[in-house]
T-cell receptor, first 115, second 111 residues
Framework: AQSVTQLDSHVSVSEGTPVLLRCNYS??????LFWYVQHPNKGLQLLLK??????LVKGINGFEAEFKKSETSFHLTKPSAHMSDAAEYFC?????????????FGKGTKLSVIP | DVKVTQSSRYLVKRTGEKVFLECVQD?????MFWYRQDPGLGLRLIYF???????EKGDIPEGYSVSREKKERFSLILESASTNQTSMYLC??????????FGAGTRLSVL
């Protein structure tokens, strides 16, 4: 079965310090991986995606993620947290099934940014 | 920009009512999805559709049905709403092989 594990349910950082949100996925030959962000009372927004090109993927708002096949990890980072980054973040793996394209979501990591 | 529109942001219904949640996308996407989101459980797939009149069960289809009569519209139906269906419902759409685009969500309360 496909699975995605977000290792922390809650991460708290100070404004201006680095952000690390951790994600491990169940192994497959050529995964497609995504990070989504959800601000309070809003829908999900795609931050970045990995689809077997460069292993370091740059996304919006200064976020990036590194695909490490040997560790089956896809951790999300940002050098300097901003107050507006406070949100919930979901790591997602895509797989093909029943003629379509489905996603498996991690349970989410809530990021708090302390002024 | 892709736009996925859910007809209601908030809904309050009574136990036993039939509930319709509507979702419309404007980018000619083949795939459409309905999820529910609950604290501590993340997003769980209820149903998806990869073409008009086609539907597939997701992880938690019990108590729900769907309808896709037109490519741009995907409806989620609660035949007889129950209190355990109180949740945030998210609709998404995608082209084959791409990431999904999400609507803003409908927060449903069943009393």
């Amino acid at each position: 079965a496909q699975s995605v594990t977000q290792l922390d349910s809650h991460v708290s950082v100070s404004e201006g310090t680095p952000v690390l949100l951790r994600c491990n996925y169940s192994s497959s030959y050529s995964p497609s991986l995504f990070w989504y962000v959800q601000h309070p009372n809003k829908g999900l927004q795609l931050l970045l995606k990995y689809t077997s090109a460069a292993t370091l993927v740059k996304g919006i708002n200064g976020f990036e993620a590194e695909f490490k096949k040997s560790e089956t990890s896809f951790h999300l980072t940002k050098p300097s947290a901003h107050m507006s980054d406070a949100a919930e973040y979901f790591c997602v793996k895509a797989y093909s099934g029943a003629g379509s394209y489905q996603l498996t979501f991690g349970k989410g990591t809530k990021l708090s940014v302390i002024p | 920009d892709v736009k996925v529109t859910q007809s209601s942001r908030y809904l309050v219904k009574r136990t036993g009512e039939k509930v319709f949640l509507e979702c419309v996308q404007d980018m000619d996407h083949e795939n459409m999805f309905w999820y529910r989101q609950d604290p501590g459980l993340g997003l769980r797939l209820i149903y998806f559709s990869y073409d008009v009149k086609m539907k597939e069960k997701g992880d938690i289809p019990e108590g729900y049905s769907v309808s896709r009569e037109k490519k741009e519209r995907f409806s989620l139906i609660l035949e007889s709403a129950s209190t355990n269906q109180t949740s945030m419902y998210l609709c998404a759409s995608s082209k084959i092989g791409t990431g999904q685009y999400f609507g803003a969500g409908t927060r449903l309360s069943v009393l």
